[in-house]
C-alpha cells in the first residue's frame, strides 16, 4: 500500500487549490479514505472523509463549504478542492487510509496561505 500526495503550494488568501492522493496497492473504492493536516506546533487534525462509495463525506467544522473532498476510482485516486483558503489552513496536509487493517499514511503536501 503506497499513498503519494501531490498539488500543494503557496496560495494568497482567498485563493483556490487542489491537492491530489494517488493510492496504490488498494483500490480506493472499497475503502473509506481521509484528509488530515498539521500545522507546525499543532497537532494532527481531521479534515475530511469520504466514504468508500463516496456517497458520504465529513468535514471538519473549520473546512465547512469551503473545501470538497472527492474521489475517482479509475484513476484510484483521492482529491480535496480548497476554496477561500485563510492563513489558518497553512499545514502539511496528509492522505489516510486503513486498508487490510492497518493505517497509512502519505508523506503529506505542504500548503501555505500567505499574502
Known amino acids: 500500500v503506497q499513498l503519494v500526495e501531490s498539488g500543494g503550494g503557496l496560495v494568497q488568501p482567498g485563493g483556490s487549490l487542489s491537492v491530489s492522493c494517488a493510492a496504490s496497492?488498494?483500490?480506493?473504492?472499497?475503502?473509506?479514505m481521509s484528509w488530515y493536516r498539521q500545522a507546525p506546533g499543532k497537532e494532527r487534525e481531521l479534515v475530511a472523509t469520504?466514504?468508500?462509495?463516496?456517497?458520504?463525506?465529513n468535514y471538519a467544522d473549520s473546512v465547512k463549504g469551503r473545501f470538497t473532498i472527492s474521489r475517482d476510482n479509475v484513476k484510484n485516486s483521492m482529491f480535496l478542492q480548497m476554496n477561500s483558503l485563510k492563513p489558518e489552513d497553512t499545514a502539511l496536509y496528509y492522505c489516510?487510509?486503513?486498508?487490510?487493517?492497518?493505517?497509512?499514511w502519505g508523506q503529506g503536501t505542504q500548503v501555505t496561505v500567505s499574502s
Open positions: 489516510n487510509a486503513f486498508v487490510y487493517r492497518r493505517n497509512y
Open positions: 469520504i466514504t468508500s462509495t463516496g456517497s458520504s463525506t
Open positions: 496497492g488498494f483500490a480506493v473504492s472499497r475503502y473509506a
